[in-house]
Protein backbone atom coordinates (compact mmCIF):
# COMPACT_ATOMS: atom_id res chain seq x y z
CA UNK A 1 0.00 0.00 0.00
CA UNK A 2 1.37 3.07 -0.89
CA UNK A 3 2.96 5.47 1.82
CA UNK A 4 0.07 8.74 1.17
CA UNK A 5 -2.70 6.21 1.10
CA UNK A 6 -1.78 4.58 4.26
CA UNK A 7 -1.76 8.21 5.75
CA UNK A 8 -4.93 9.47 4.25
CA UNK A 9 -6.86 5.96 5.98
CA UNK A 10 -5.20 6.71 9.00
CA UNK A 11 -6.09 10.03 9.28
CA UNK A 12 -9.88 9.28 8.32
CA UNK A 13 -9.78 6.58 11.10
CA UNK A 14 -8.46 8.81 13.92
CA UNK A 15 -10.92 11.60 12.31
CA UNK A 16 -14.06 8.71 12.85
CA UNK A 17 -13.30 8.04 16.13
CA UNK A 18 -12.20 11.45 17.66
CA UNK A 19 -15.77 12.71 16.35
CA UNK A 20 -17.31 9.75 17.87
CA UNK A 21 -15.66 10.13 21.03
CA UNK A 22 -16.43 13.93 21.19
CA UNK A 23 -19.94 13.16 20.08
CA UNK A 24 -20.69 10.89 23.21
CA UNK A 25 -18.73 13.60 25.47
CA UNK A 26 -21.27 16.04 24.02
CA UNK A 27 -24.22 13.37 24.38
CA UNK A 28 -23.58 12.84 28.35
CA UNK A 29 -23.35 16.46 28.57
CA UNK A 30 -26.74 16.74 26.64
CA UNK A 31 -28.42 14.86 28.44
CA UNK A 32 -27.28 15.96 31.83
CA UNK A 33 -28.68 19.78 30.66
CA UNK A 34 -31.83 18.17 30.21
CA UNK A 35 -31.75 16.63 33.57
CA UNK A 36 -31.43 19.63 34.97
CA UNK A 37 -34.02 21.70 33.28
CA UNK A 38 -36.26 18.90 33.72
CA UNK A 39 -36.34 18.84 37.14
CA UNK A 40 -35.85 22.62 37.91
CA UNK A 41 -37.93 24.26 35.27
CA UNK A 42 -40.61 21.19 35.12
CA UNK A 43 -40.12 20.19 38.29
CA UNK A 44 -40.95 16.25 37.09
CA UNK A 45 -44.33 16.85 35.54
CA UNK A 46 -44.19 15.47 32.42
CA UNK A 47 -47.35 16.57 31.11
CA UNK A 48 -46.26 20.63 32.26
CA UNK A 49 -43.43 19.97 30.11
CA UNK A 50 -45.63 18.88 27.05
CA UNK A 51 -47.73 21.78 27.86
CA UNK A 52 -44.61 23.96 26.50
CA UNK A 53 -43.39 23.18 23.26
CA UNK A 54 -40.12 25.94 23.73
CA UNK A 55 -39.18 23.88 26.56
CA UNK A 56 -39.74 20.94 24.24
CA UNK A 57 -36.76 22.85 21.85
CA UNK A 58 -34.57 24.01 23.98
CA UNK A 59 -34.31 20.46 25.84
CA UNK A 60 -33.15 19.56 22.18
CA UNK A 61 -30.54 22.14 21.45
CA UNK A 62 -28.22 20.47 23.93
CA UNK A 63 -28.35 17.23 22.13
CA UNK A 64 -27.26 18.71 18.43
CA UNK A 65 -23.21 19.15 18.87
CA UNK A 66 -24.07 15.28 19.81
CA UNK A 67 -26.11 14.59 16.28
CA UNK A 68 -23.93 16.71 13.76
CA UNK A 69 -20.32 15.30 14.85
CA UNK A 70 -21.83 11.56 15.10
CA UNK A 71 -22.75 12.76 11.46
CA UNK A 72 -19.29 13.46 10.72
CA UNK A 73 -17.91 10.42 12.19
CA UNK A 74 -20.34 8.67 9.92
CA UNK A 75 -19.03 10.15 6.82
CA UNK A 76 -15.32 9.51 7.84
CA UNK A 77 -16.38 6.21 8.64
CA UNK A 78 -17.56 5.95 5.28
CA UNK A 79 -15.14 7.44 3.30
CA UNK A 80 -12.36 5.30 4.78
CA UNK A 81 -14.17 2.18 4.13
CA UNK A 82 -14.20 3.55 0.20
CA UNK A 83 -10.60 4.09 0.36
CA UNK A 84 -10.40 0.17 1.81
CA UNK A 85 -12.24 -1.24 -1.27
CA UNK A 86 -10.67 1.01 -3.66
CA UNK A 87 -7.25 -0.14 -2.38
CA UNK A 88 -8.44 -3.86 -2.29
CA UNK A 89 -10.06 -3.26 -5.79
CA UNK A 90 -6.68 -2.31 -7.18
CA UNK A 91 -4.39 -4.76 -5.54
CA UNK A 92 -6.74 -7.41 -7.62
Avoid: H, W
Wanted: hydrophobic content about 55%; aromatic content about 10%.
Amino acid sequence: MDEKIRLQARELLLRSRIYRFVALCFAAIGLVIFIILYFRVIDGDIMQALRKPSFIVITIVPFLPAFILSRMSIRAGNKLMKLLENIQQNEK
